[in-house]
């Protein structure tokens, strides 16, 4: 899609583009779409190692020195000068982690060392102490190892000069840890993204207030703050707006203008949404999309002002699959990450699936560790697009093609996971 125009030249006019139909947009094709007009905050900012865990690396780490910095013992034994067939070594004293052994080790001598300790002087082979018989101030060795066992080298987990970690990377635990390992106490990560949002809809109610009849509860502020807590961006949560023009309008102005990134939920499906959609089209570039999925077919994407909007489905289940499958990765890539695309793994599904050919579906699902040792995945039940609890029971999705139809048991189909280990 070399040739993608602006996104004000699409916004205008959506036959700008050869291929290009808003009314049956494929859940990649949208991605596609969303990735080229993303522009990462540039802001950066300096941070204790603590502070940096979950940010995204705004320089590239360099390596001051070899980690470990010196030869060492990756066990507990004798260090010795190793010699075709030497069976006896006498001991000429002790090499603690921390408290080298000073002197040099010649031929027939060794060094009693502990793990972590330096390898002295001489010294290039550790015997584990479990393969030594010990006699006064000499060992015989039961078993003699390859010259250069036990050893760790220097600089064999990270060289002097080489790049550790790469700008973009967002920071794991093991690589704040990698980061101590090399005496850095602070790295340069790029701001924090500020990102507001709001439900729509007079039918709504916040949590604490009666319902009236025909009245539910917000539920999508609290899924949108979870997701987006998640990700560590910042919050502004400015609640539940009613479906009143003037309110809808100060509302999402306001927002752009403090925001990077401006999300709303419901209001932008046909029909109803007249004010959002209008409100939009007046104040911004955006772009609406009935994309090829369920649940979460109506989408809305683009910018208001310098913000970049999301508009999500209404339906508490097509807010979140919309999100996960959009927003998610969006977000990540304006935070100064590479844009990834969604990780499927295979699994055979045990229950029959509804599908219909046509649109990619988000089936909840879940997956689970059968007897026979292989993974295997159920459906929740029902697929409403309202029935949020099958979100909670969910531990993945079941992502079944356009071109699919229904899913007999025993099937293999694609899974996307909904929650990693790190
Ligand atoms: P809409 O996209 O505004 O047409 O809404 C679609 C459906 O989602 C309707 O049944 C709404 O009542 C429901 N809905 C919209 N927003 C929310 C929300 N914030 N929390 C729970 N349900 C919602
Ligand atoms: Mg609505």
Sequence with gaps: MSNTPKLSELAANPSCMDDYDPNAMSVAQARSFIRQFLDPVMETETL????????????D????????NHNNSAMDGYAFKYAEGIKVAKIIGTAYAGRPFKGMVKTGECVRIMTGAVIPQGANTVVMQEHVAIKSDSITLLELPKSGANVRLAGEDLKLGQIVL???????PADIGLVASLGIGEVTVFCKLKAAFFSTGDELVSVGQPLQE???????????????ARLGVDISDLGNVPDDPQLLENTLLEAARTHDVVI??????????????????????????????KPGRPLAYGKIEDAHYFGLPGNPV?????????????LKALSGTAFETPVLLQARCIDPLKKAPGRMEFQRGILFLAEDG????????NQGSGILSSMSVANCFIVLDESTGNCTPGQMVNVQLLQGIL
């Excluded at 204790?48 to 320089?59: M, P």
């Excluded at 790469?166 to 794991?172: D, N, S, T």
């Excluded at 097509?318 to 969006?330: D, K, L, R």
Aim: proline residues 4%.
């Design 166 to 172: 790469a700008k973009g990377q967002p920071l794991k």
């Design 374 to 381: 292989t993974y295997q995945v159920k459906t929740t039940g």
């Design 318 to 330: 097509s807010a979140m699959v919309t999100f996960y499958q959009f927003v998610q990765p969006a």
């Design 48 to 59: 204790s190692l603590q502070a940096s865990l979950g940010r995204v690396l705004a320089t």
């Design 61 to 68: 780490i360099i390596s001051p020195c070899n980690v470990p």
């Design 264 to 293: 709303t939920s419901g209001g932008v499906s046909v029909g109803e949404a007249d004010y959002m959609k209008a409100l939009l089209a007046k104040h911004g570039e955006v772009l609406f999309w009935k994309i090829n999925m």
């Design 214 to 228: 025909g009245q539910i509860y917000d539920s999508n502020r609290y899924t949108l703050f979870g997701m987006l």
